[in-house]
């Protein structure tokens, strides 16, 4: 089947500093992936659509200066969290949807912790 | 009130036993449903989905869906204790966008 491959799966960094989250499609081209963010025991919630060749689409309430992210390819696009804050610690999934299927494939994650 | 809505347990069952979880949800645009389970510090795995109302089943999973009353649930039979687990239900329509529901945390017991 089909597989995201998302790293790191665990980021620990200072406050005040960037962090880059990769999702890659392995073995199928993804022309749309998206970015979620997870709390503990509270669900996923989108944060933007990531397309490739194109500038995403940010969900409401999303800092898009905060949360770059770019989609060069048509199996990598990356998350930049720029300036992290302690508030900015959470859990990162990334999906992708493979050829026209309907349940989109999910990455393992990313723990971001800023210290 | 949430698009989603989903009861976050816990719940514990015997080894064996049958699982229900149950999800509902008060936008008419959804059209697709998923079941995903999800362990812990892990991505999302997609178990199944359905298309409009009806049944699915894919082994020991059977995932139904009703429109009419917005409810969609998913039946885990003979269940182990690998099934345990938090199960999440999502939810799209025309928009091409997943909404989750906050995840129903399973244990079973052996």
């Known amino acids: 089947g089909a597989v995201v491959s998302q790293h790191p799966s665990r980021v620990i960094c200072k406050s005040g500093t960037s962090v880059k989250i990769e999702c890659r499609s392995l073995?199928?081209?993804?022309?749309?992936m998206f970015w979620y963010r997870q709390f503990p025991k509270q669900s996923l919630m989108l944060m933007a659509t990531s397309n490739e060749g194109s500038k995403a689409t940010y969900e409401q309430g999303v800092e898009k200066d905060k949360f770059l992210i770019n989609h060069a390819s048509l199996t990598l696009s990356t998350l930049t969290v720029t300036s992290a804050h302690p508030e900015d610690s959470s859990f990162y999934i990334c999906?992708?949807?493979?050829?026209?299927?309907?349940?989109?494939?999910f990455g393992s994650g990313t723990r971001l912790t800023v210290v | 009130q949430k698009e989603v809505e989903q009861d976050p347990g816990p719940l514990s069952v015997p080894e064996g036993a049958i699982v229900s979880l149950n999800c509902t949800y008060s936008n008419s645009a959804f059209q697709y449903f998923m079941w995903y389970r999800q362990y812990s510090r892990k991505g999302p795995e997609l178990l199944m989905y359905t298309y409009s109302s009806g049944n699915k089943e894919d082994g020991r999973f059977t995932a139904q869906v009703d429109k009419s009353s917005k409810y969609i649930s998913l039946f885990i039979r003979d269940s182990q204790p690998s099934d345990s687990a938090t199960y999440l239900c999502?939810?799209?329509?025309?928009?091409?966008?997943?909404?989750f529901g906050t995840g129903t945390r399973l244990t079973i017991i052996p």
């Open positions: 999906s992708a949807q493979h050829g026209t299927e309907k349940g989109y494939t």
């Open positions: 999502a939810m799209m329509g025309g928009n091409e966008k997943l909404t």
């Open positions: 073995d199928f081209q993804a022309t749309t």
